[in-house]
């Protein structure tokens, strides 16, 4: 299958939507405004979701099958569910109880993967629903911040993006743990500036709720806004204000607490050996860079070219437009909440010796804003050098759209989710077929006990053999004592014939070969 926008009738709704949405905004019909923006974003989001018909490599696939498994027992995280044999592993890729990550953003999973059947769409949709809901916060802290102009197209351009667009894929790893942590934390931000601006005391409790729902996603990082918040406090010299937030903060808190903390203790409790070996190996991020996410002092500011695209000029121009947005900025707290929630997070990860792009994508719309509020500034004198008020509608509309195709960047998506051509696509094709054995082997077997070995079609490949056919499955050739263990626990035997297979299996009748060619024609 190939990858052609313009004739994918998602892709074509997405931009019928977005011109909406633009249309509406010019005419001051700013809820039509979003509400079409939003739809192009769900729509978009399906479109972007579905380049992948498999579930990709590493994180998506250990993330999809716990999912699935937590259905039945949600408070009970398995990987394996069926060792079969005696082995036992305490590591997050091959072990029972599996509490390598944080639960919220599995729960939603499953609940998905119930909704929509075990499929792309049902591990990837709240992943697009979030990534939708985020305009209305980034519209709202625009808005706050400094107008509606600036809210609306940030908002817009956010909604095209590439880079949170490609988490939806699965293609990043830590995928859609890393969206619901981005969703989550950014909203807590959010509310935190809306306590700000209006003082209500419900976003103090939603500061809390998002705050705790954002640590059960990615751990202890989600208490980024109370970093936040406390900078704010000291930055007021008021003693009577200072113990008031102070206490507000405090109050908060306990709310966020009630969120994640039961949480902790039931895992622990319930599974102290796993709890304290995923914690040892959590805290090794800071100290080491695992599984090879390493990188210099400068990862972060060369993640800018991944975020917007290629070329010298993209990180300098982006940190241009971000600060000169902070340096326009009337409100002394809204300068603190963009400096100190971006410097807290860009400092805490340059130093910590595991990188990954994910891990600063909380403070990605700061960056979009800037980019809004230098478009606008550069917009607003560029049409009033024009006297007819169509023509400046029909500048309004191209230029965004121009913005817009550019921070689609469609050739890096092209490159990345094409069969054709280049980029990944025999991973690609080995990945689908792969997908289409093992959907067969549901489809003939059925609910037959079977038990599939030798599984390397792809690398782990036994965690998608096990999610698409629920037959225990392993990457690796049985000795003989397994043979006969499975044959004397009623398991039919299937093996992937690699070309590789010992004599005493290509000469055992009972079992079933499976010719897998990795090879593409």
């Not at 716990?66 to 569910?81: C, D, Q, Y």
């Not at 709720?209 to 990082?221: Q, Y």
């Not at 994910?358 to 550069?378: K, N, S």
Request: proline fraction near 3%; aromatic fraction near 20%.
């Amino acid at each position: 299958m190939g990858l052609f926008f313009f004739s994918n009738n998602y892709f074509i709704t997405s931009i019928i939507l977005i011109l909406l949405s633009i249309l509406s905004f010019q005419a001051k019909r700013e809820r039509f405004a979003l509400t079409f923006l939003f739809l192009s974003s769900i729509i978009l989001g399906f479109f972007v979701a579905k380049l992948d018909p498999f579930i990709n490599l590493w994180d998506e696939q250990f993330h999809a099958l716990v999912a699935k498994n937590m259905i039945s027992h949600p408070f009970k995280p398995t990987l394996i569910e069926e060792p079969v044999f005696d082995f036992v592993s305490t590591h997050w890729s091959y072990g029972t109880i599996w509490l390598h990550k944080q639960p919220l953003f599995l729960w939603q999973m499953a609940a998905s993967l119930n909704l929509f059947g075990f499929n792309e769409l049902g591990v990837r949709f709240p992943s697009i629903l979030m990534h939708a809901l985020m305009i209305f916060f980034i519209y709202r802290i625009g808005e706050i911040f400094i107008s509606k102009n600036i809210g609306f197209y940030a908002a817009l351009f956010f909604t095209c993006s590439y880079f949170p667009l490609e988490y939806l894929t699965g293609f990043y790893a830590t995928d859609h743990n890393d969206i619901s942590f981005f969703f989550y934390e950014f909203a807590a931000i959010w509310a935190l500036t809306e306590y700000y601006h209006t003082k209500k005391n419900i976003y103090l409790i939603l500061v809390g709720v998002f705050s705790g729902s954002a640590i059960l996603c990615k751990w202890l990082i989600g208490l980024l806004v109370y970093a936040v918040w406390f900078i704010l406090i000291l930055s007021n010299k008021k003693r009577t204000i200072f113990f008031k937030e102070s206490l507000n903060l405090v109050s908060s808190f306990f709310i966020c607490t009630i969120i994640f903390l039961p949480w902790q203790v039931y895992s622990y409790l319930k599974y102290p050996q796993e709890y304290l070996t995923e914690m040892a190996f959590n805290s090794k991020h800071i100290s080491e860079p695992l599984e090879g996410h390493g990188g210099d002092f400068f990862f972060y500011y060369n993640a800018l070219f991944e975020e917007f695209g290629e070329g010298a000029i993209i990180p300098p121009l982006i940190l241009v437009c971000f600060i000169s947005m902070i340096y326009f900025l009337k409100n002394k707290n809204h300068k603190l909440i963009l400096i100190s929630s971006t410097t807290i997070l860009y400092l805490f990860f340059t130093f910590v010796s595991t990188k990954m792009y994910g891990y600063v994508l909380v403070v990605f719309p700061f960056f979009i804003l800037g980019l809004a509020f230098a478009y606008t500034a550069l917009l607003d004198r560029v049409i009033s050098l024009i006297t007819k008020n169509y023509l400046k509608e029909i500048t309004i509309t191209l230029t965004t759209i121009t913005i817009l195709l550019f921070l689609f960047n469609s050739g890096k998506l092209y490159k990345h989710h094409s069969n054709l051509e280049y980029g990944r696509y025999k991973s690609r094709l080995i990945d689908v077929r792969e997908k289409q054995l093992f959907i067969e082997l549901k489809n003939h077997f059925g609910d037959k006990k079977c038990l599939i070995f030798n599984c390397n079609t792809s690398l782990q490949s036994h965690i998608l053999a096990i999610f698409y056919t629920n037959f225990p499955s392993f990457n690796y050739i049985l000795n003989n004592d397994q043979i006969t263990k499975a044959k004397k626990l009623g398991y039919i035997l299937i093996s992937i014939d690699d070309g590789n297979l010992p004599n005493q299996i290509k000469g055992d009748r009972s079992i079933i070969k499976i010719k897998f060619n990795k090879e593409l024609i």
